[in-house]
């Protein structure tokens, strides 16, 4: 969230956008040539092509009726109050992290914009939910749904209108990325379907999704303009990516997000392709707006944008905060973007789309029904203070300590179970029997933080138990259970002796607990957050993928005079475990993730077995770090210019690159134990016959206009009667001289200098072959194929499986597998389930550079059924 250098990245990015040239993203990095096409310098300083006009929403999929609502509604709305809709009133200037303008005329109140992807941020008595990227391992659909539901329905309570999550980029390139925790899993398809679950369940409680960051958000470092020492000011680095990696993995999970109907979506910090991204035409008008059909709102991250015509017309809706930095009273919207439309150089349907795209979001989930008065303020948890918190005026009422939690416990606790992975237990260990004479608990992760759960602000530090990373993807602790509290209840329940040594350099103390015990659990961690917090020299981003705080040398002291020695790792992601994992006296691991309130609760209901584990990992567990093949960039490597970050990898991270490189994994993607065992037989393929695939033809209809203005300056003027709150960003101009009211240096160069061409168009427009609604499409979708499997439950006690079902594309440049279905079965001890899956045509498509959709190959494929992407005993001919 710092802002720097920033009066000269703003004039930088301005003349940046005058020189655009309309070369095209490159084609492929094509991986398995890496003699020729992936050298970085196929993607070194690669150019984003411009798209103009920006796509208009037209309501199709489930969107026509809150179209139709949101027009009606727009049409009443006068220029100034169309822009009080699509801009922020700045940092600390209300109530919630992110506020927009009112329509007070109307009764329309400011929307609320709320962090974060798990719960209400910023406030009391809500919940902490587990991180995404711990839901992801329980692979479980109801999860997520549920999870979004009552984070939605808490955000409702609190009266926010758009909640800031789910995440999706992330993706999780490199696992050593700061906020990969916030998202789900590098896997595309993994996160589709997570996110997808999520933003259905956070609608149906009728608050909008904003699923971000749009897009390759892919580390911390030098996410934003910034000042290096010894180099001055450095622009966001540049994640360059090839169209096809784009389509077949980042842009992916989007698609889902939007065709379940994502409200809104947040573009990111950085460049793609050396274009900022909440001024790139190529991905917001063209691909988002474009090829996926998205027909919500863009809104930018937290001083993302960095121009105000140019991020317009490329296809920003809403500015967030809406200064152009924090408090600098100034806006590239608000009063620039009514002089923007009055001078013509924003075109009327342009704002009357961003108008209706926001109230179509607002109307798609019901807000118009759901809103209650915002009862909190981000900004103070006290009863009394400022309405406005930065001009310190208005001082009053500001939370109403509204208890929003309901009966989230039970779920939450029961997810962070069904999230926890077990990665290994030799000869049956887990679960405990809950008669251990004497229990030993190590780990200053198994114990309270002293400052207590909230302590340090956004939880930037390591301190105790960790059940969130940092940063603004948090929520405050209502209370945070540890699992040295839960243990002890468990053991004190049946009598037996509990100790626990919480000091993970006291190595004297420590061999003297682990010497008596009969079993010792020891808690260690790997944290990381978001970049604005530095945490023990980790600037978001992990420096390393090795445990912290001494939690290698606590394992080895605690195994060496323990033979039962069982660790749990809570983390933000994978961790280095090559040093102890085959240690015989280690003979149980569990991947507890960050699971939030609960946790403790959630641990010991896997330890004593009254939750049999079924969750399985999302991403791949190396034996170091260079295995995984891709990596941060920690360092500036392009001088005082933006840092170049090519994406060479192509498709190939995480479980895909392993595959490639042959590089065998110490726990692999898709990877999780039972307390039983399953067998898997009877793959069995039905065919189905969809019609061919037709790409989508002919024109949009024009750009609606909705309403009018005058041009007469003197009806925008601030009203006399205005209560002006201090570096508060309205709409109105304070001159008639519309050239004096933008206080813009070099105001009204000529528009063929900075308009595009095409830009302002409002004509019929071609539609996108791989478009056609909501995430693209629709053909994509059919079903091709459909799998089916017998699993039994060969153990004694019943248990679940997740059921993976991976696909070859059988090219040269495809993946060994990927995955492409999955379900989560309950099966009954020495009983049998039927796992059933669809194959869609795009579950089978590569991306198609030059014809621009998704094709078919004629390469043979075939699909793979079992428990892990490495452990696939049931495979079967695709025979298309
Ligand atoms: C790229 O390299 C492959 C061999 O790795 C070769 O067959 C192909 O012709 C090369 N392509 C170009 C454009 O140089
Ligand atoms: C714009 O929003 C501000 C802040 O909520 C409000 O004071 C002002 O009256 C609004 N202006 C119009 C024209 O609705
Ligand atoms: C209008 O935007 C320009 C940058 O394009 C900025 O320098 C100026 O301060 C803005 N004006 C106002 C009134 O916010
Ligand atoms: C207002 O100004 C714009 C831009 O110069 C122009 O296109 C439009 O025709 C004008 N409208 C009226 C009513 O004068
Ligand atoms: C809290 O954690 C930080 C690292 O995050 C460490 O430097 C500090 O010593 C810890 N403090 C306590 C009291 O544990
Ligand atoms: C990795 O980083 C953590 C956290 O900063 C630190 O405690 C640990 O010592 C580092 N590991 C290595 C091997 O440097
Ligand atoms: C395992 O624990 C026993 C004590 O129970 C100890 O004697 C032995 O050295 C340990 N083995 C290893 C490999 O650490
Ligand atoms: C572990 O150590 C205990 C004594 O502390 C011993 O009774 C037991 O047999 C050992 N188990 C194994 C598997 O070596
Ligand atoms: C129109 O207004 C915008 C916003 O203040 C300004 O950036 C631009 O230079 C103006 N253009 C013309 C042609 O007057
Ligand atoms: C990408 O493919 C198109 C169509 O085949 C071709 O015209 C273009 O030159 C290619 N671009 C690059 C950068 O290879």
New binding site residues.
Partial sequence: MLWLAQASAILAIRLAQVGAVATPFPNSTSPNNPSNSTSPSALNEATSPPYYPSPWMDGSGQWAEAYAKAQAFVKQLTLLEKVNLTTGVGWEGEACVGNVGSIPRLGFRSLCMQDSPLGVRDTDYNSAFPAGGTVAASWDRSVWYQRGYEMGKEHRGKGVDVQLGPVVGPLGRSPEGGRNWEGFSPDPVLSGIAVSETVRGIQDAGVIACTKHYILNEQEHFRQPSTVDGIGAVDGISSNIDDKTLHELYLWPFADAVRAGTGSIMCSYNQVNNSYSCQNSYLMNYLLKGELGFQGFVMSDWSAQHS??SSALAGLDMTMPGDTGFNTGLSFWGT?LT??VL?G?VPEWRIDDMATRIMAAYYLVGRDKAQVPINFNSWSLDTYGYQHAYAQTDYGLINQHVDVRYEHAMSIRSAAARSTVLLKNTNNALPLSGKEKFTAVFGEDADNNIYGPNGCSDRGCDNGTLAMGWGSGTANFPYLVTPLTAIQNEVLQYGGVIQHETDNWASQQILALAQQATVSIVFVNSDSGEGYIIVDGNEGDRNNLTLWRNGDTLIQNVSANCNNTIVVIHSTGPVLVDAWYNNPNVTAILWAGLPGEQSGNSIADVLYGRVNPGAKLPFTMGASRTDYGTDIIYEPNNGNAAPQDNFVEGVFIDYRSFDKNNITPIYEFGFGLSYTTFSYSNINIIKATPGPYTPTTGTTKAAPVLGSFSNDTTEYQFPPNLTYVATYIYPYINSTN?STA?E?P??????DKYIPAGATDGSPQPRIAAGGGPGGNPELWDVMFTVKATITNTGNIPGEEVVQMYVSLGGPDDPKVVLRGFDRLSIQAGHSAEFSADITRRDLSNWETTTQNWVISSYPKKVYVGSSSRKLPLSADLDL
């Fill in positions: 105000g015509v620039n002089i923007a001078n150089t519309l933008s813009e070099d105001y009204g160069l000529p528009a």
